[in-house]
C-alpha cells in the first residue's frame, strides 16, 4: 500500500537574488527554487521522497482570495513561458511573473530532461514542517496524483532536486486545537528546494500544460548563472508599505485537498496576537505581526 506524505507551506520569499546553497562555485548548472504561500507537498511513495511534488492551492472567490504566480528571472524565454502555460507574462528589470493556473512544472535541461530526483529534505525541514497527520489524521484528494492540474490544485512543481530546507519564523506559535499536544513549537518561515542538472548543462524551467501535453516545454535561461525561481501564493491584502499580507486565515484552503472528519486546526502565535478568530485573543488583536507570520499552514505527512 502507498503512503504519502504532505507538506503545507505558509513561507516569505526573500526577494534577493541567491546562489544554490552548498555549491561553491555556482554555475548555469545549479537552480534554487522558494516556495512562498499556501504551498503543499505532496510525497509519493513515502519515505524514499521519489515523484514528490508542491501543489499551489486555489484561494477562494471571495474570503480567501490570492495569486498564485511563477517567479523567475527576466534573462529566460518570456514567448516560450507565455506559450507554455497560456497566460499573460509581465517582467521587469530583473523578473518575470506569470499566473499559475493548469500547468505543471519543474527544472531540467534544454533536451527536456528532468534534474536529479534525489530529494533529502534536511533537519530544518523535519525539525520546522510539523506533522499533520497526528493532527487531522486526514488523506490527500486523488487530484494530487493527476498529470494535470485541476479543481481546487492550481498548479504542481515537481520536487526535483538535491535538498530540501527550512529557516524558522522568529516567534513560537501552536496548533489550535492542539489535538496532538505539540504545544509552542517553531514553524518553518521560508522553504527551499536546491540542485544540480548534468555537469556541462543550463538548469531550465520546463512546463507542461493542456497547450503543450505530453511534452514538457523547455524555458531556456540565457544567463551563465544559477537559476533562481519562486513560487508565491499572496494574499491579496496590502500592508501600508504596499506589501501583500500573509495571514493564517488562508490554512483553512488547505481543507479542499484534505478529505478527513478532523477538526481542521488553525496556527496561533505564542504571544496572543492572532489574526484569526479561532485563536485566543484572536478577533480583539489583529496585527501584521501575525498577519506576515509564515509557519501558519505549515505540515508534514506523515
Known amino acids: 500500500m502507498k503512503r504519502?506524505?504532505?507538506?503545507?507551506?505558509?513561507?516569505?520569499?526573500?526577494?534577493?537574488?541567491?546562489?544554490?546553497?552548498?555549491?561553491?562555485?555556482?554555475?548555469?548548472?545549479?537552480?534554487?527554487?522558494?516556495?512562498?504561500?499556501?504551498?503543499?507537498h505532496f510525497?509519493?511513495?513515502?519515505?524514499?521522497?521519489?515523484?514528490?511534488?508542491?501543489?499551489?492551492?486555489?484561494?477562494?472567490?471571495?474570503?480567501?482570495?490570492?495569486?498564485?504566480?511563477?517567479?523567475?528571472p527576466v534573462a529566460i524565454d518570456v514567448a516560450a513561458l507565455r506559450d507554455a502555460t497560456g497566460q499573460p507574462v509581465f517582467c521587469d528589470k530583473e523578473h518575470c511573473r506569470v499566473k499559475i493556473y493548469g500547468y505543471d512544472i519543474?527544472?531540467?535541461?534544454?533536451?527536456?530532461?528532468?534534474?536529479?530526483?534525489?530529494?533529502?529534505?534536511?533537519?530544518?525541514?523535519?525539525?520546522?514542517?510539523?506533522?499533520?497527520?497526528?493532527?487531522?489524521?486526514?488523506?490527500?484528494?486523488?487530484?494530487?496524483?493527476?498529470?494535470?492540474?485541476?479543481?481546487?490544485?492550481?498548479?504542481?512543481?515537481?520536487?526535483?532536486?538535491?535538498?530540501?530546507?527550512?529557516?524558522?519564523?522568529d516567534i513560537k506559535a501552536s496548533f489550535y486545537p492542539d489535538t496532538a499536544n505539540e504545544g509552542e513549537r517553531y514553524f518553518a518561515d521560508r522553504v527551499t528546494l536546491v540542485g544540480t542538472v548534468a555537469a556541462g548543462s543550463a538548469a531550465c524551467i520546463q512546463i507542461r500544460s493542456a497547450k503543450t501535453w505530453p511534452l514538457w516545454q523547455v524555458i531556456?535561461?540565457?544567463?551563465?548563472?544559477?537559476?533562481?525561481?519562486?513560487?508565491?501564493?499572496?494574499?491579496?491584502?496590502?500592508?501600508?508599505?504596499?506589501?501583500p499580507i500573509h495571514s493564517n486565515r488562508h490554512f483553512v484552503l488547505n481543507k479542499k485537498l484534505i478529505m478527513t472528519t478532523a477538526e481542521f486546526p488553525h496556527v496561533c502565535p505564542s504571544d496572543g496576537n492572532g489574526d484569526d478568530d479561532a485563536c485566543p485573543g484572536g478577533a480583539a488583536k489583529r496585527l501584521v505581526k501575525l498577519e506576515a507570520m509564515a509557519g501558519c499552514a505549515n505540515s508534514q505527512w506523515p
Open 43 to 72: 510525497f509519493h511513495d513515502y519515505p524514499l521522497f521519489t515523484n514528490a511534488r508542491a501543489i499551489i492551492i486555489e484561494g477562494n472567490a471571495m474570503t480567501l482570495r490570492h495569486n498564485p504566480t511563477l517567479i523567475t
Open 106 to 169: 519543474r527544472i531540467g535541461t534544454e533536451d527536456r530532461e528532468p534534474a536529479p530526483s534525489s530529494l533529502m529534505p534536511d533537519s530544518s525541514f523535519v525539525d520546522w514542517v510539523p506533522n499533520m497527520q497526528r493532527v487531522t489524521k486526514g488523506q490527500i484528494i486523488g487530484a494530487a496524483t493527476d498529470d494535470l492540474p485541476s479543481g481546487p490544485i492550481a498548479g504542481y512543481f515537481e520536487l526535483l532536486g538535491v535538498r530540501l530546507s527550512a529557516t524558522k519564523f
Open 220 to 243: 531556456k535561461h540565457t544567463s551563465a548563472e544559477p537559476l533562481n525561481v519562486a513560487v508565491l501564493n499572496h494574499g491579496t491584502r496590502l500592508q501600508s508599505n504596499g506589501e
Open 4 to 40: 504519502y506524505a504532505i507538506a503545507l507551506f505558509f513561507i516569505v520569499l526573500l526577494t534577493s537574488e541567491v546562489t544554490a546553497e552548498g555549491q561553491p562555485n555556482p554555475s548555469a548548472a545549479d537552480f534554487h527554487v522558494d516556495f512562498d504561500g499556501i504551498i503543499m
